[in-house]
């Protein structure tokens, strides 16, 4: 049986990501494995009738260094977890990118958060967690969103 040495933690720095995060570093600490926690983003492209509009450089720049911003203060916040914790930016679809480092960094868990949109909410907004969970080549943990007290 092998060992979880490499975990990989896709974060999209929503409330349920702190949640995802704080799972997975526990879960970390408990097997002495190492975390790398990814965030993905993608340049807006908007498409119409007669073509195409892309971000500026400029925007593309500053997204990229407030994601890696925060990226950098996630890592300050939970470096006193005792688990070793490095980060990793990407550009490009979420589930596509995370498999690609989870792949280059040779884990041996994925592990992601889900909303559960169901019906139309999720028919719209897609399922990020799912398309990880359909693609990957290695096991996936999904937590899942704290139901709202009645």
């Known amino acids: 049986?092998?060992?979880i040495q490499r975990i990989i933690v896709a974060t999209d720095f929503s409330e349920?990501?702190?949640?995802?995060?704080?799972q997975a570093l526990d879960l970390a600490k408990q097997l002495g494995a190492s975390l790398t926690l990814v965030h993905c983003y993608e340049?807006?492209?908007y498409g119409f009738p007669d073509g195409?509009?892309?971000?500026?450089?400029?925007i593309a720049a500053r997204i990229g260094i407030a994601s890696q911003a925060q990226l950098d203060?996630?890592?300050k916040t939970h470096a006193d977890r005792g688990v070793p914790l490095t980060t990793v930016l990407r550009n490009g679809p979420a589930w596509d990118e995370v498999n690609a480092v989870?792949?280059?960094?040779k884990?041996?868990?994925i592990v992601v958060g889900t909303h559960g949109r169901r019906g139309l909410a999720r028919a719209l907004l897609g399922s990020t967690a799912e398309r990880i969970l359909?693609?990957?080549k290695l096991p996936v943990y999904v937590v899942h969103a704290a139901k709202p007290a009645k």
């Open 43 to 45: 340049i807006p492209i």
């Open 134 to 136: 359909r693609t990957a």
């Open 107 to 109: 884990a041996d868990l």
């Open 1 to 3: 049986m092998s060992t």
């Open 102 to 105: 989870a792949e280059e960094q």
């Open 73 to 75: 203060s996630l890592a």
């Open 52 to 58: 195409i509009l892309v971000a500026p450089a400029d």
């Open 16 to 22: 349920l990501a702190d949640t995802v995060i704080d």
